[in-house]
Every structure is written in C-alpha cells, then in structure tokens.
C-alpha cells in the first residue's frame, strides 16, 4: 500500500484530501507541526508527498529542498498561486508536478497514480537516511543533521552511529560493534573503538546532544 504524506495547513482541505485518498486505498499521514516536518517525514517514510507552498514558519519550497537533500520521494505541490514563477520554483527545488487550487480531486487522484506508477516502476526512491528522535543520519554522505546543525563524520564514526542508531534502544556490545566493522574490512580495535566512541560523542555533544550514546557498564552502548 502506497503511503501519501500530506503538509497542508488549511484543515479543511486536508481533510478532504484524506477522506478521498483513503477511499482510493491510499494509507495517509496529515502534517500538524508544521516546525518539525523533516522528522515526521522521516519517521513516516512516506511514498509520495503533497506540499501545499503557504505554510506556518518555513513554506513548501523550503521543505521540498529539505526533502530532496536526503531522498527522491516524488513531491506533488498544491497551492492556489498559480505565476509562472511558482511553478519554475517549484520544479527547481525539485517538485514532481504542480496543481493550483482549486483543483478536482479526480484529477489529484490521476496525477498521483501516474507519478507513483512512474515513480517506482522505474527507479529506486528509497531514503538515504535513518532517523532517530530527531537525529538524522545521512547514508549517502555521512553527515549527521539535528534541528538546524550539521556535522561530517568520519568513515568509522558513520558506522558506529549507524549500528547504534540501526538497534537502538538496545544494548550493543563493543565486540559486535568491532565484528561488524571487521566485516567490512574497517581495521579497528579496542583502542580504536574507544577513539573513535569519543570523538563521536564529542561531535554530537557540539550539536547540543548531551549523553545521546550512553554506556551500559560491562555490556556496551546504547542510545534511547
């Protein structure tokens, strides 16, 4: 079952849109809190998004470069501006089609049918990213994202946050955590893993993480 995402202000139209797209076999997700939309996104994961463009604190062009920055997820915009220069933006932050209200939902329904038909026929649009409690981490090129910072990790440091984040709430002992860089050829010991641990911690404490890597005495680490 496809999933649509839709970040719309207006209740009223959302929930129109809702009550359509679930009659369709759609299974929806509505955006309320409209600061945190990258976190919902990624913790929803959704198929195909619809992005109004006035919206509270950032607009939809804002969130749709957002989005494009960790995924290929189609974005389908709805707005009631309808200048030549909204729909260039539009399409250079990198949205997949425009429709201006107000608009039929039959043509709404056959314009998302024909981008996810088109969509996932043809490529791979899964994220590049995994998130935790607001902590994102890119896949594609190791840096990590919380609120409106941003850091580069090293190649070792990306796979001990990816393994922590991968199982997180629970205990992961230093031993797999070495066996699964060993694995992928990562020479890393015992000492190298506590520098590592370290300089990680260090990095996500300058992004205003305190304690997100916890140490579980005589078992391992663990973030929650």
Known sequence: MYKIM??????????????????WGFEVY??????????????????????????PVFDGFHWCNQIRSISKVPVLFLSSRNTNMDIVMAVNMGGDDYIT???????LIAKINAILRRT?????????????????LSLKDNILYYENKSIE???NEFKILYILMKNNERIVSR????????EDESFIDDNTLTVNI????????EMGLEDYIKTVKNQGYIIK
Do not use: A
Request: aromatic share 6%; glycine share 2%; hydrophobic share 40%.
């Open 198 to 205: 370290n300089r990680l911690r260090k990095k996500i404490k």
């Open 120 to 136: 996932y026929s043809y490529s791979d649009t899964s994220m590049d990213v995994i998130n935790h409690n607001g902590v994102m």
């Open 6 to 23: 839709i970040i719309e202000d207006e209740e009223k139209i959302r929930d129109i849109i809702k009550d359509s797209l679930k009659k």
């Open 153 to 155: 990790l090293t190649k």
């Open 30 to 55: 509505c955006v309320e809190e409209f600061s945190t939309v990258m976190e919902q996104f990624t913790q929803v994961s959704p198929s195909l998004v619809l992005m109004d463009v006035n919206l």
């Open 101 to 107: 209200k107000p608009f039929s939902m039959e043509v």
């Open 175 to 182: 031993e797999k955590i070495m066996q699964e860089l060993w």
